[in-house]
């Protein structure tokens, strides 16, 4: 997707906004306004639907537990990870709070932030009693990866590092801070509040260990974010606060707690803001201001000799993790003005079909491939530029 392309599809969207007609908002880093599918989905879920969850015993109880736990999925979905190592938090703020006052690496007390970060990543390391080493950015406003790598040592139990600076707009190579940070035995945090609304992230491929993220910067409710982390590590944390829904069994003497994510949220959590944060996500995946592009491909040549009206499998793909937008998961489009293509899909894998041969021309398959990419809302749009 093209900047022009991205323009017209934040333009396209700007009358769903209520709270800004008439007027140019210009200060989404901070924090977004809300879509009218999220604030349809807040109140509905307060005026309709609304009950406490995973203790009720009737049945619209268990509807909303239900509904809470599809948002974990959701939320876990949009960055490539598991509801099992997804804790709805209260934002970033408080999952960077959590990972450092309970998250522990051997003796080591040593953090590695970067000059960029928000105070959100450097408040709670001080509080948690960790030493800082701050790396200098390069002249383009950039984290200066040369010199994290040679700062980094094993004195390090963790590296911090912002996703997507919310003053420069600078995009870190995370696939790379994961390397320096892993071969001296130190774990990676990603902040990813500026990221998550912009990009494609996948926590799988970029190999970090913890990433945080808030939903109102996400066109979502304020109070409500993610940490995700790997479920060994989550499991070997104590518990960040007390009280109902985290714990096993409970005695005046002693109590045992359930595993990750529950251990870490404690009481009555903020149900609806969850809710909201699913509606957000929906509404950032149909609204098309993200691409997916498929994360792999397998083109079948033997479809460039098939005649007019065969149908013929063209290529497929596997596409990165999260729901595919809705009404993408089967049917026909219309792709660069050729009639019949099909379109299904089945574990993660995507797979074209040609119904009828245009012209009766013979078909390239990788040329075919190379004009498109998946993104959310619109089944494909223009490959951005430069896509092999």
Same mark, same amino acid.
């Given at each position: ?5 991205k323009i017209r599809a934040a333009l396209d969207v700007r009358d769903q906004f209520p709270a ?34 995973h203790r009720g015993v009737y049945q619209r109880s268990a509807d909303m537990t239900l509904a ?29 709070? %959590? ?5 522990? !690496?051997? !003796? ?28 200098? %950015? ?251």
């Open positions: 997707m093209n900047h022009q392309t800004i007609v008439g007027w140019h908002y210009l200060d989404s880093a901070v924090s977004a306004q809300k879509p009218q599918a999220v604030i349809d989905a807040v109140t509905h879920a307060y005026g309709r639907d609304y009950a406490s969850v809470y736990e599809a948002a974990r999925t959701n939320a876990a979905n949009w960055i490539g990870g598991a509801a099992e190592e997804t804790i709805f938090t209260r934002g970033a703020t408080e999952a960077i709070n %959590l990972v450092a006052a309970r998250f522990t !690496n051997g !003796n080591r007390k040593r953090v590695l932030l970067s000059a960029l970060e928000h105070h959100s990543n450097i408040v709670p390391w001080q509080l948690a009693g960790y030493d800082i080493d701050v790396v200098p %950015l390069t002249e383009d406003g950039r984290i200066d990866l040369d010199a994290a790598e040679r700062m980094a040592n094993e004195s390090h139990a963790i590296v911090s590092f912002a996703h997507v600076s919310n003053v420069l707009g600078s995009i870190l190579d995370a696939k790379r801070t994961a390397t320096i940070a892993h071969q001296v035995g130190a774990k990676f945090l990603l902040d990813g509040c500026q990221a998550v609304p912009r990009m494609v992230v996948d926590v799988a491929d970029i190999d970090c260990d913890f990433y945080v993220y808030s939903g109102h910067k996400l066109y979502g409710p304020t109070g409500i974010g993610c940490l995700w982390g790997r479920s060994d590590l989550l499991n070997a944390m104590p518990p960040y606060q007390g009280g109902g829904a985290m714990i096993d069994q409970v005695t005046f003497a002693k109590s045992t707690f359930l595993d990750a994510p529950a251990r870490f949220e404690a009481g009555t959590p903020h149900i609806v803001g969850a809710i909201g944060l699913h509606a957000a996500i929906d509404w950032t995946q149909g609204a098309a201001l993200i691409e997916r592009r498929v994360r792999a491909f397998n083109p079948f040549p033997a479809a460039a000799s098939v005649v007019a009206g065969e149908t013929v499998k063209i290529w497929e793909a596997a596409v990165l993790p999260g729901p595919l937008p809705t009404g993408a998961a089967h049917g026909q489009i219309l792709a660069a003005g050729e009639p019949g293509v099909d379109v299904a899909t089945a574990e993660g894998v995507l797979r074209v079909t040609r119904l009828q041969k245009p012209g009766g021309k013979a078909l390239d398959a990788a040329q075919f491939l190379r004009g498109f990419a998946l993104v959310p809302g619109m089944l494909f749009g223009p490959a951005p530029e430069g896509t092999p």
